[in-house]
């Protein structure tokens, strides 16, 4: 299994240019979602997904798009890039059932926009 | 409002002593906790969690979290630090009205040789 995959490793933005980071796993897990990670601020919740066709919004949504058309792939889209939203994202994926919520995460989106 | 707090930034342990990481959470209802560790440039890792039954959990790499109920608390621990152990380490609570899980801000642990 390779588990859940993040793609691009790095990416540099422009203001107000758009891009999708995708997020893959092959592990049948139901629940998926994306957190950044700031320094000072840990993780916090951008958005996640119980399942196909299910999408809920975290701590902080604004900025960011999400859908779920399959289990295996969740990919966080940003309409409008902003300087703020220079961040590491990871994308997450768990059962529901037991083990329940153990999360396996990917290795990480770095973007930078300027 | 559901959230989770690490009141420490930093914590420092000589090799061989042991080690506590605090978390505290608010969350309605039976809470399901975690403890996930990150490495230098690396993505996070399960570690342990309390979903119910016995207080005291054991988890990878020899470390254990108890969880105490009265004091919303979810303490993480290991008898005798590593230097290998030195690493970020976050506390997360599964939101059970919403199925949210929020982390905390996170804990840099320092084992000092």
């Known amino acids: 299994n390779a588990g859940v995959t993040q793609t691009p490793k790095f990416q540099v933005l422009k203001t107000g240019q758009s891009m999708t980071l995708q997020c893959a796993q092959d592990?049948?897990?139901?629940?998926m979602s994306w957190y950044r990670q700031d320094p000072g601020m840990g993780l916090r919740l951008i958005h996640y997904?119980?399942?196909?066709?299910?999408?809920d919004q975290g701590e902080v949504p604004n900025g960011y798009n999400v859908s779920r058309s399959t289990t295996e792939d969740f990919p966080l889209r940003l309409l409008s890039a902003a300087p703020s939203q220079t961040s590491v994202y990871f994308c997450a994926s768990s059962y529901s059932g037991e083990p329940a919520y153990e999360q396996y995460f990917g290795p990480g989106t770095r973007l930078t926009v300027t | 409002a559901q959230s989770v707090a690490q009141p420490e930034d930093q914590v420092n342990v000589a090799e061989g002593n042991p080690l506590t990481v605090k978390c505290t959470y608010s969350v309605s209802g039976n809470p399901y906790l975690f403890w996930y560790v990150q490495y230098p440039n690396r993505g996070l890792q399960f570690l342990l969690k309390y979903i119910t039954g016995d207080n005291l959990v054991k988890g990878s790499y020899g470390f254990e979290a108890e969880f105490n109920k009265s004091q919303t608390s979810f303490h993480l621990k290991k008898p005798s630090a590593l230097v290998s152990d030195s690493a970020l380490y976050f506390c997360a609570v599964r939101v059970f009205v919403n199925d949210k899980i929020i982390f905390g801000k996170g804990t840099r642990l320092h084992i000092l040789p």
């Open positions: 592990m049948n897990h139901e629940y």
């Open positions: 997904s119980v399942g196909a066709g299910i999408t």
